[in-house]
């Protein structure tokens, strides 16, 4: 199966705190108690790759109706930067196809960020590459 086409899609990014990203980047110690976190935009993308018989798509990003204010009491409340043109179906479309075209979608793991608009493919078969071990 040779691939034909593989492409990108830009979905916007998340102000994220950099001890998020890289573990500890900002530590306290005796001389900074309190250090200031640093907040940088993260990308949020998915990749869109065709087949001569598959369209995939690796990951679905963030709901593109995302409000970071109904999740104020949440662990989440992260800015999401994006506009319209960032929504899933825009950038799927500068490949030439539609949500109803994928016939495969695989999940990188089933975090909001990654997996938030998996519901807007309902003709694709989903694949979910990781999950984390239950609790006993």
């Not at 204010?69 to 506009?83: A, C, F, Q």
């Not at 929504?87 to 695989?106: F, K, R, S």
């Amino acid at each position: 199966m040779a691939v034909k086409k593989v492409q990108i899609l830009d979905l916007g990014s998340l102000d994220c705190d950099t001890n998020a990203l890289v573990a500890l980047k900002v530590r306290a110690n005796k001389n900074d108690p309190a250090p200031r976190l640093e907040f940088v935009p993260f990308p949020v993308w998915a990749v869109y790759i065709e087949t001569e018989d598959r369209k995939i798509l690796f990951d679905t990003g963030i709901l593109d109706e995302y409000d970071e204010n109904v999740s104020e009491g949440s662990k989440i409340n992260l800015p999401y930067n994006h506009v319209p043109e960032q929504d899933i179906e825009n950038q799927l479309a500068l490949c030439g196809v539609t949500p109803d075209d994928i016939d495969y979608v695989i999940i990188s793991h089933m975090h909001w960020d990654h997996a938030g608009n998996i519901g807007k493919f309902r003709n694709a078969k989903v694949c979910l590459l990781y999950t984390s071990p239950s609790p006993r």
